[in-house]
DNA sequence: CTGTTAGCGCCTTCAA
DNA sequence: TTGAAGGCGCTAACAG
């Protein structure tokens, strides 16, 4: 089984009467070529069924070819290992790989611990081994110095997905401050007055950000926020658990409860059964993410959606287009969230939940 | 914004006093090398922070170090676009991306349309970019020849997931055969007799195998097959759906259904209400691959769960090795299935399912 | 407009 | 046990 030899831009050249430079012109659609010798060239690249390599076009050129994603590691094995699978990152590998396909780049995957003390040491490995045209960051990684300067050092472009403050890089995110608005209002519009919210974990940006929707969203209407309606959180399920079970225990508990995760929303829609609360009868519960179980689950919760997806084919388009023309215009791309009602929710019960 | 340049084998050979290959040779584990002078190396590695590149190392060498996936393009892009979530890739990320981590090795991932009559143009040129150091076919690639064939021919080494047949490459899968039995068994415990199997997509491997499987366990109690019970379908929910409205239709519809997916048994899980069958009262039913959605259905689906993250990461081992010792030993690798009982599935009302 | 000349960073082969 | 020379396939910088 000896290995055919692979062809290279020199049989091409050989092929079509001209030298190695002119075929890399035609490749990467460098000017000065006559337009009879660009057909003559791109006749022999398909006759020959011509590839360059990327390892190759990596060394002698300026450019690699690819595009690296940092995950968190911890959040993202979990999600893996418990099977309840991973939206953030089918969802990236959706708006990601399609878009770097378009351009004849590829999206490699790296997970990185951000609680841990490497965590320099493992961004730089992969950076020095791939040595990629771009990163595309994701929360917490976002906005973690750390990070984001190592990059900047290393003379990388970067997007920081969900994260909107200044600094260096793309910033690519969605309004979170509008969305909990947004699904605040809704709850408030079906007569909820007695309205909680399970926070996110305060490592991420998105958390403060989504507080003060949700907050904004109860005063604009007269209302005030009860402290204790305000329940800490991590995005995990038990946080959900935990939070409802406080909740329901106050001397007047809320009608409605928004979670800033599926998870905890979904923690939150499974505490309420054994408190003897029916969802939406006694209870509305929006949720954050929508993920695939939440439509599976009973019932379906109304979400916030994130747009992961094209979050990433914008970062990646930023990343590719940046790096073609040498810019470095670190501005702001805010995408729009959908929200979808589903059957979570519903008017408050005529004199309140019962305890 | 200067990029700082990168530190290259050859400051490692000076910090440590010693040439460039005493260097290369320290990275590669190779021969010949004094403990002392090792160490040495070792010493410069870390403070400098070295971390070879991976373009180089493939230009100038004999290997890679990536491992390239190909999943079939459309069910994968139409899990990813309906937000159902893609369990296959999620486990593939798991099992495979920590494997090669483990190795210094990357996992890339390829979609390519099994059904475009440009299938081989489209691996070959994955192959041509990238000249992975191995390869892994899912289903339905896992079994196509125009595949494998050109793998062979391009003299690389590569997995068959969930693929027994004979050929060239690995193959890694799990004992469909009886995994079907051992769901159809159980059924067959629970008192059911009338027990209809609604078939995946006959141009996958598995689905002759599953449904000899079932055949089998029902023929081993002294039963019969009722041919009206086998219904065709090809993964999809609907297909469920529609396999479940005939089946009730049935001048004697069956007790349980085992689906050859999820999606499928989601799909006959809800076109039961509508017919007027409750689940698991008036129909049990089984599904094959245990995706995420499966838990958080009502009722929560008894199933059987691939062993997709194993498998991978055996693959993934495989070729690394293989790549390393330079053999090519095409054997089998059985991985074992795991059998999930859950709420779907009860003994048969007395006096059977009611119409 | 096209061709020539150097490398990119590493590994392979050979010599010492 | 170590080092030096060559080249992998491509692109950048320069000639022509």
Redo the contacts between chains.
């Keep these: ?4 030899r ?2 290279t831009i020199k049989d091409v050249a050989a092929e079509a009467g001209v030298s190695l430079q002119t075929v890399s012109r035609v490749i990467n659609k460098g000017p000065n070529v006559t337009q009879g010798v660009q057909e003559r060239v791109k006749a022999a690249i398909d006759k020959l ?8 076009r ?2 002698g050129g300026s450019r ?1 070819y690819l595009v690296l994603a940092f995950n968190d590691e911890r959040p993202t ?1 979990e ?3 418990s ?5 953030w ?3 990236m ?2 708006g990601g ?2 878009k770097c396909a378009e351009h004849g780049y ?1 999206m ?2 790296e ?1 990185v611990d951000s609680h841990s003390d490497q965590l320099e ?1 493992q961004v ?2 992969a950076l ?4 990629p045209d771009g990163v595309i960051l994701t929360p917490p990684h976002s906005d973690d110095t750390r990070i984001t300067d190592l990059l ?4 990388l472009i970067f997007a920081r997905l969900g994260s909107h403050r200044e600094g260096e890089g793309f910033a690519v995110y969605m309004d979170d401050e509008a969305a909990a608005r947004r699904a605040t209002e809704h709850l408030l519009d079906l007569g909820h007055t007695r309205i909680a919210y399970v926070q996110g974990h305060p490592e991420y940006a998105m958390s403060p950000d989504r507080l003060r929707g949700f907050t904004s969203a109860i005063e604009a209407r007269g209302l005030e926020v009860e402290p204790a309606y305000l329940q800490p959180g991590d995005f995990t399920y038990e946080a959900g658990v935990d939070a409802l079970n406080v909740l329901a225990r106050l001397d007047v508990p809320p009608t409605a409860v928004l979670a800033s995760s599926d998870e905890m929303a ?1 923690g939150v829609l499974h505490a309420a059964g054994p408190l003897g609360l029916s969802v939406p009868g006694d209870l509305s519960v929006v949720s954050f993410d ?4 939440v439509r ?3 019932p379906a919760l109304t979400a916030i959606r994130q747009p992961i ?1 094209a979050m990433t084919a914008r970062a990646a388009e930023l990343l590719i287009q940046g790096k073609a023309r040498g810019e ?1 215009a670190n501005d702001h791309h805010l995408l729009p969230f959908d929200f979808v009602v589903r059957e979570s929710t519903a008017p408050p019960r005529a004199g309140g939940a019962r305890r």
Excluded at 128 to 131: G, M, P
């Design positions: 089984m000896q290995k055919k692979a062809i069924g011509y590839v360059p390599s990327l390892a190759a990596r060394l690699s094995l999600g893996w290992q099977r309840r699978g991973n939206d990152v089918d969802q590998l959706y790989m399609l590829r490699l995957f997970l040491a730089q490995a020095s081994a791939l040595h900047h050092r290393n003379g979904l929508d993920t695939p179980t599976m689950s009973v997806a470095v």
